[in-house]
């Protein structure tokens, strides 16, 4: 470790993007935008920003949401865009590894975690192809050796019934494009608590179509965390909750209607605190 450590001074390392160098990380100071504020007082659930910390923000106390919480790093800029696009299409494992150790620092080191369970959001066989790798399941082992969770990669599976990228599309459009999109393939999900691990989160249709196929399969809770947020999610909260109530009253799981989706959850202790 001394002598790596040493020979990164010596002979300083090449940005990811830029190409300039730099002396610690795969990206520059130029590069890397700015996390958010932790200390800041920010909803249980949704994670954004409040006058009052550790309470239900306006817009989940109206529009809750079905997962328990929701934590992340950055806000999805057009800066935080370019490293995203080099993790997942420039195939950067280095990057999404970066991304990882980011979150499993910051997110998982001031508490004991409360899930039991990491699954990363699975892509598609065809996108699987293209890109030869997943890149949320290499940001999720590094949250997985943090927290000493174990890490389950064919839990949840894609259906391939989506055929149509998510980029680019509008809030409604990736409602519907989501829709049955995944399928639980063990039942050991059954009272589980379970952390689903994202590259980023756009509008939450993928993290909600995710959610409600493991809590339909019996999951006790569903948390999400991802290094980085679009303010756009924000402006979909009310068809983000239309999609979710529309999902739990068509599959008329008797279970989940009754559970308090028509207001504000309680979120699990630890990890409301982050």
């Not at 795969?26 to 249980?44: D, G, Q």
């Not at 997110?107 to 039991?116: E, G, M, N, V």
């Not at 999951?219 to 009310?238: H, N």
Request: charged fraction near 20%; proline fraction near 6%; charge should be positive.
């Amino acid at each position: 470790m001394i002598v790596k450590g040493s020979l990164s001074i010596l002979v300083p390392q090449k940005c990811l993007l830029c190409k300039h160098k730099c002396l610690s990380g795969p990206i520059c100071f130029r590069c890397l935008p700015l996390k958010i504020r932790l200390e800041t007082s920010r909803c249980v659930h949704c994670f954004t920003p409040t006058t009052e910390a550790e309470v239900p923000c306006p817009d989940c106390q109206q529009f809750p949401l079905i997962f328990n919480s929701m934590r992340y790093l950055w806000y999805y800029t057009p800066k935080f865009e370019k490293i995203i696009f080099k993790a997942k299409y420039g195939g950067s494992f280095r990057l999404c590894k970066f991304l990882g150790l980011e979150l499993s620092e910051s997110l998982c080191a001031k508490s004991k975690p409360c899930w039991d369970l990491i699954i990363p959001i699975p892509s598609s066989k065809e996108t699987l192809r293209e890109r030869g790798f997943l890149q949320t399941a290499i940001i999720a082992q590094q949250i997985a050796k943090k927290s000493k969770v174990e890490i389950k990669y064919n839990y949840l599976t894609h259906q391939n019934k989506v055929h149509i990228p998510q980029a680019g599309l509008s809030g409604p459009d990736r409602f519907q494009n989501m829709r049955d999109a995944f399928k639980i393939n063990s039942s050991k999900v059954q009272g589980r608590n379970v952390l689903i691990v994202d590259d980023v989160i756009t509008t939450g249709a993928t993290i909600t179509a995710a959610s409600l196929a493991l809590l339909h399969s019996g999951a006790a809770s569903v948390s999400i965390m991802a290094p980085a947020c679009s303010t756009l999610w924000q402006q979909t909260r009310k068809n983000l909750y239309n999609f979710q109530r529309q999902d739990l009253t068509q599959s008329n799981n008797n279970l989940l209607l009754c559970r308090p989706w028509t207001k504000a959850q309680k979120p699990l202790q630890n990890f409301a605190t982050l």
